[in-house]
T-cell receptor
Framework: DVKVTQSSRYLVKRTGEKVFLECVQD?????MFWYRQDPGLGLRLIYF???????EKGDIPEGYSVSREKKERFSLILESASTNQTSMYLC?????????????FGDGTRLSIL | AQKITQTQPGMFVQEKEAVTLDCTYD???????LFWYKQPSSGEMIFLIY??????QNATEGRYSLNFQKARKSANLVISASQLGDSAMYFC????????????FGKGNQVVVIP
């Protein structure tokens, strides 16, 4: 089974802090994604990566950056955390090629910025 | 413009009954894929079922089936014989570009199964 592991289930940080959310997948997937989920808004794509050192902006990249130095790891960085970044963050990975391949998700990180 | 629309309010369904969750989508591509995910209160996203735009038959996966009506651009999820463990949020998603595997998600449908 595909395993996508997010480093924390719950995280509390302070305004202005630099925050790192880590995601690791064990299936050698090319693609990795970061979403945030807010009530009534569904999942919104922040950034994604389709190869090592490659990144693409999603729909809401402002205030975030990402890093993919190794194929299995995709990090989301909040450069200077703000209260409006309090949210549920979900990481996902998928393979390229077959069209029916779903994205596989981690358990999510509930981030609170105080 | 919103690509995936899920407009039903929260739904209560009796245990052992079937429930249909509506999903309509908007795309000009001929080739695309549709996915349904389940998210229980614990938060993890669980992949349920996939339908390709060129698939002639409706997808089925155990108690889950997809009522795919291409001309109407709808891909409704049917859960048969509901169980208490089916209580969750359900998300419909679409992939237009197979190159990067990016998905567009709807806002979800809340289902509560009552005994």
């Amino acid at each position: 089974d595909v395993k996508v592991t997010q480093s924390s289930r719950y995280l509390v940080k302070r305004t202005g802090e630099k925050v790192f959310l880590e995601c690791v997948q064990d299936m050698d997937h090319e693609n990795m994604f970061w979403y945030r989920q807010d009530p009534g808004l569904g999942l919104r794509l922040i950034y994604f990566s389709y190869d090592v050192k490659m990144k693409e902006k999603g729909d809401i990249p402002e205030g975030y950056s990402v890093s993919r130095e190794k194929k299995e790891r995709f990090s989301l960085i909040l450069e200077s955390a703000s209260t409006n970044q309090t949210s549920m963050y979900l990481c996902a990975s998928s393979s390229t090629g077959q069209s029916n391949q779903p994205q596989h998700f981690g358990d999510g990180t509930r981030l609170s910025i105080l | 413009a919103q690509k995936i629309t899920q407009t039903q309010p929260g739904m209560f369904v009796q245990e052992k009954e079937a429930v249909t969750l509506d999903c309509t989508y908007d795309t000009s591509d001929q080739s695309y894929g549709l996915f349904w995910y389940k998210q229980p209160s614990s938060g993890e996203m669980i992949f349920l079922i996939y339908q390709g735009s060129y698939d002639e038959q409706n997808a089925t996966e155990g108690r889950y089936s997809l009522n795919f009506q291409k001309a109407r651009k709808s891909a409704n999820l049917v859960i048969s014989a509901s169980q208490l463990g089916d209580s969750a949020m359900y998300f419909c998603a679409m992939r237009e570009d197979y190159g990067n595997n990016r998905l567009a998600f709807g806002k979800g449908n809340q289902v509560v199964v009552i005994p």
